[in-house]
């Protein structure tokens, strides 16, 4: 045991004690918060203003008065700002929306929504500099139309064409509702088309039917105004302002610390096993203590590294929960328990990837190892946003007892809002840790045999063969 310690300290300290570890650690969230900093930046610059005239053809007579009465640059300035805050929250939803359905790449469909808040942000404050041109109601659209090719962004031009016929605001009994017709420049913004589509020609259209139906719009449209209330969370410490993120957010914080702490020590100890085979150092390290005891101390030593990891991130998250006034969002069981479960995960891992670097000489001929083991570690990442969405479905309880997928599905159930109850957390971590212990005897024999033996790599029935042997 005692040199087993030995080993485990060394394998720390060599790992731990370095200015790449200390980096790796600080690293990465700075990178993210810079990111996001950089992100807000330059979501805040106006995009340049576009230039142009938007003509009309208001067959029915009534819709066009309307739209130069409200064809004004204050007008324009509020229809465009409101437009670009209810295009920046539309896209925030879409985002957590499709977060907690679990796309087929989740981190490709929150990066394009979040892109379309920064489109949205970018347009905020640029008013495009529009003059509306009523045409005659027997003016020809084919006409028309052809002017809007020639619009350019520095010289302007017609960049929009509204076609109203008179059925459109006077259908005939028992006919079809007609709507208008929008033709727009090619390769115009369609932030630029929108909030007069739907801002300015839509409600004037409405207007026109409503005045004609004998009611007077502006009393409709103050009793359709209704602000929606945002729901505020009642907790112990008091009422707060609610947050749906948090279902999602919190569970999700704990599969990935658990994630990035497994791999992070267990992708080391892969580094460290193939370049000290492969300088012979290996040799001289078994002339002194047994495989089994070179094995198990650099498997722990590593594992300290994914404790200080582990430990560092979420004492962050802790303190971050905490000066936000959402420390009750987390328990200290649920911190015990990702901790459980994390050293379950990282034996796993560290077995596999230290019996694949013993049995080869470089990390070349341990691609072709890595892959089939990768693919079968990765499944839990694809699964985590079912399993966050519906902690109690069947797909979550499948996989909460089925090594090597049972302590990142678990612990992402632990931190939703319907954990399991304690003997069920309990069980899922007896199967891990019995899964976590079988997997480091088998390395061992792994281990024994290929650490010692160069030459052609390994495949994987070779390695079950080996197993079977020692």
Same mark, same amino acid.
């Given at each position: 045991? &005692?040199? &087993?310690?030995?080993?485990?300290?060394?394998?720390?300290?060599?790992?731990?004690?370095?200015?790449?570890?200390?980096?790796?650690?600080?690293?990465?969230?700075?990178? %993210?918060?810079?990111?996001?900093?950089?992100?807000?930046?330059?979501?805040?610059?106006?995009?340049?203003?576009?230039?142009?005239?938007?003509?009309?053809?208001?067959?029915?007579?009534?819709?066009?008065?309307?739209?130069?009465?409200?064809?004004?640059? #204050?007008?324009?300035?509020?229809?465009?700002?409101?437009?670009?805050?209810?295009?920046?929250?539309?896209?925030?939803?879409?985002?957590?929306?499709?977060?907690?359905?679990?796309?087929?790449?989740?981190?490709?469909?929150?990066?394009?929504?979040?892109?379309?808040?920064?489109?949205?942000?970018? &347009?905020?404050?640029?008013?495009?500099?529009?003059?509306?041109?009523?045409?005659?109601?027997?003016?020809?659209?084919?006409?028309?139309?052809?002017?809007?090719?020639?619009?350019?962004?520095?010289?302007?031009?017609?960049?929009?064409?509204?076609? %109203?016929?008179?059925?459109?605001?006077?259908?005939?009994?028992?006919?079809?509702?007609?709507?208008?017709?929008?033709? *727009?420049?090619?390769?115009?913004?369609?932030?630029?088309?929108?909030?007069?589509?739907?801002?300015?020609?839509?409600?004037?259209?409405?207007?026109?039917?409503? +005045?004609?139906?004998?009611?007077?719009?502006?009393?409709?449209?103050?009793?359709? @105004?209704?602000?929606?209330?945002?729901?505020?969370?009642? *907790?112990?410490?008091?009422?707060? +302002?609610?947050?749906?993120?948090?279902?999602? %957010?919190?569970?999700?914080?704990?599969?990935?610390?658990?994630?990035?702490?497994?791999?992070?020590?267990?992708?080391?100890?892969?580094?460290?096993?193939?370049?000290?085979? @492969?300088?012979?150092?290996?040799?001289?390290?078994?002339?002194?203590?047994?495989?089994? #005891?070179?094995?198990?101390?650099?498997?722990?030593?590593?594992?300290?590294?994914?404790?200080?990891? %582990?430990?560092?991130?979420?004492?962050?998250?802790?303190?971050?929960?905490?000066?936000?006034?959402?420390?009750?969002?987390?328990?200290?069981?649920? &911190?015990?328990?990702?901790?459980?479960?994390?050293?379950?995960?990282?034996?796993?891992?560290?077995?596999?990837?230290?019996?694949?670097?013993?049995?080869?000489?470089?990390?070349?001929?341990?691609?072709?190892?890595?892959?089939?083991?990768?693919?079968?570690?990765?499944?839990?990442?694809?699964?985590?946003?079912?399993?966050?969405?519906?902690?109690?479905?069947?797909?979550?309880?499948?996989? @909460?007892?089925?090594?090597?997928?049972?302590?990142?599905?678990?612990?992402?159930?632990?931190?939703?809002?319907?954990?399991?109850?304690?003997?069920?957390?309990?069980?899922?971590?007896?199967?891990?840790?019995?899964?976590?212990?079988?997997?480091?005897?088998?390395?061992?024999?792994?281990?024994?045999?290929?650490?010692?033996?160069?030459?052609?790599?390994?495949?994987?029935?070779?390695?079950?063969?080996?197993?079977?042997?020692?």
């Amino acid at each position: 045991m &005692i040199k &087993i310690l030995t080993v485990a300290q060394r394998e720390f300290t060599t790992t731990v004690f370095t200015r790449a570890f200390l980096l790796g650690l600080i690293l990465p969230p700075a990178l %993210i918060v810079l990111g996001i900093a950089i992100s807000v930046a330059f979501s805040t610059e106006r995009a340049p203003a576009v230039k142009g005239s938007v003509a009309i053809i208001d067959r029915s007579g009534q819709v066009a008065s309307t739209l130069t009465a409200k064809f004004t640059p #204050e007008a324009l300035e509020r229809l465009y700002r409101d437009d670009a805050g209810e295009q920046v929250s539309k896209a925030v939803s879409k985002a957590a929306d499709q977060a907690s359905k679990g796309p087929a790449d989740p981190v490709g469909a929150v990066g394009g929504q979040l892109d379309a808040v920064q489109a949205a942000a970018a &347009i905020a404050g640029t008013t495009p500099k529009l003059t509306l041109d009523v045409l005659a109601a027997e003016a020809s659209v084919d006409v028309e139309k052809a002017r809007l090719s020639d619009w350019t962004v520095d010289q302007g031009g017609r960049l929009m064409l509204i076609v %109203i016929e008179p059925g459109v605001v006077a259908p005939k009994a028992g006919g079809p509702i007609e709507t208008y017709q929008v033709f *727009t420049a090619p390769k115009l913004d369609p932030r630029v088309v929108a909030p007069i589509n739907r801002g300015m020609v839509h409600q004037a259209v409405v207007d026109a039917r409503l +005045r004609g139906a004998g009611l007077d719009p502006v009393r409709i449209a103050g009793l359709m @105004s209704l602000a929606v209330p945002r729901a505020a969370e009642v *907790t112990k410490q008091g009422e707060r +302002r609610g947050s749906g993120a948090a279902q999602f %957010i919190i569970p999700l914080a704990f599969f990935m610390l658990v994630w990035i702490s497994a791999f992070s020590g267990a992708g080391q100890l892969l580094n460290n096993t193939i370049e000290e085979k @492969s300088n012979r150092i290996m040799e001289v390290l078994l002339s002194a203590v047994s495989p089994f #005891e070179l094995m198990a101390g650099k498997i722990l030593g590593q594992l300290g590294s994914g404790l200080v990891i %582990i430990s560092v991130y979420a004492a962050a998250g802790v303190f971050a929960l905490v000066a936000l006034a959402y420390a009750d969002m987390i328990t200290w069981w649920q &911190i015990a328990w990702m901790m459980v479960f994390f050293i379950a995960a990282y034996l796993f891992i560290a077995s596999v990837f230290t019996a694949i670097g013993s049995a080869v000489s470089d990390i070349q001929e341990a691609n072709s190892l890595m892959t089939p083991a990768m693919l079968l570690i990765m499944i839990p990442m694809f699964a985590v946003f079912p399993i966050v969405q519906n902690p109690t479905g069947t797909l979550a309880k499948m996989l @909460s007892f089925m090594p090597p997928f049972s302590p990142f599905a678990m612990i992402a159930r632990v931190g939703s809002n319907q954990p399991p109850a304690q003997w069920v957390i309990a069980l899922s971590a007896v199967f891990s840790l019995a899964a976590a212990v079988g997997a480091v005897w088998c390395a061992s024999k792994i281990f024994r045999i290929g650490v010692l033996l160069y030459g052609k790599p390994p495949n994987l029935i070779t390695l079950l063969k080996w197993v079977r042997m020692a």
